[in-house]
């Protein structure tokens, strides 16, 4: 019945893409004809930000992965959300001591001895981005886990500049999936990372404007166009044998 539904819906989009295409010189941008985002607030302000939609579906459909010693980058929300009582222990990661929620206070980047094999899961949404020296921020991943433990790693594509970030540390990249492949491949072993990428050419404008999840049919959110590449996701293991 749902494969119905798909093939329904494939040929929905496929009779508006062939059909609804307007002649140059006539179409009608309306509300998105402006030299301003709607909201540069990702669309926090007016719901659920488009890239969250799909970080939290990500986490949601991995958190049997979050339990024992998690680490996550900035805040624990996803480690108690999603981990709840399989957490025996939550740190949260910081490069600076800025942060009064941070339990460590070190740069992902540069090797730390005593972080090495120290955790079951890392959770590291929307933070390689931040990283200039990104391939050493993946190898300290790798280092950091116990053997058999797992990286959920979110990382953006089409997506404005974080102002806050830029301020802060730097916003230095944005990624394709074929380039997360490689840094995980190389680094973590050929396949031991399962990778999705996300987005579409609606997605993504609308995430470029600040437009919330809830604005949009959410199959059309999560409907997937490899030309558009708005965020990519690692779920990484830590080999035994390594
Ligand atoms: C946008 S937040 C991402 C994490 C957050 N949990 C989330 O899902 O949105 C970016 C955070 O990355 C962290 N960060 C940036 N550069 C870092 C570095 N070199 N080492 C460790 N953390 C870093 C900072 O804590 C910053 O607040």
């Known amino acids: 019945m749902s494969k119905l539904k798909d093939v329904y819906r494939s ?27 709607i909201s540069r607030d990702w669309g926090f302000d007016r719901g659920q930000a488009i890239d969250r939609l799909y970080i939290e579906r990500f986490v949601t459909a ?12 900035s805040n624990n929300e996803y480690t108690i ?32 001895p005593g972080l090495e094999g120290r955790f079951d899961c890392i959770i590291c949404t929307q933070t390689l981005q931040l990283i200039y020296e ?5 190898t300290q991943l790798h280092r950091w886990l116990k ?11 089409i997506s404005q500049i974080s102002r806050e970030d830029m301020q802060q540390t730097g916003d230095y990249w944005r990624f394709t999936g074929a380039a997360v492949r490689r840094m995980f491949d190389e680094e973590f072993g050929e396949g031991a990372a399962e990778i999705e990428v996300l987005g579409n050419v609606l997605a993504a404008t609308a ?26 996701t690692a779920r990484a293991v830590k080999q035994k044998s390594l």
Not at 134 to 138: D, E, F, G, I, Q
Not at 147 to 157: I, M
Not at 208 to 221: I, N
């Open 11 to 37: 040929m929905r989009r496929w009779l508006i893409h062939a059909t609804r295409r307007p002649r140059v010189g006539h179409v009608q941008l309306g509300d998105l004809n402006r030299l301003t985002p």
């Open 62 to 73: 991995y958190a049997d992965d979050i339990r024992g010693e998690v680490l996550e980058v």
């Open 81 to 112: 959300r999603y981990g709840g009582s399989k957490v025996a222990r939550s740190d949260v990661l910081h490069p600076d001591d800025g942060n009064p929620r941070a339990t460590i206070v070190a740069d992902l980047a540069v090797p730390n």
């Open 134 to 138: 990104v391939r050493s921020a993946v």
């Open 147 to 157: 053997p058999g433990g797992v990286a959920l790693v979110s990382v953006p594509g």
């Open 207 to 232: 995430f470029l404007h600040g437009m919330a999840a809830g604005e949009f049919d959410e199959g059309d959110l999560l409907e997937k166009d490899p030309q558009f590449q708005m965020l990519t």
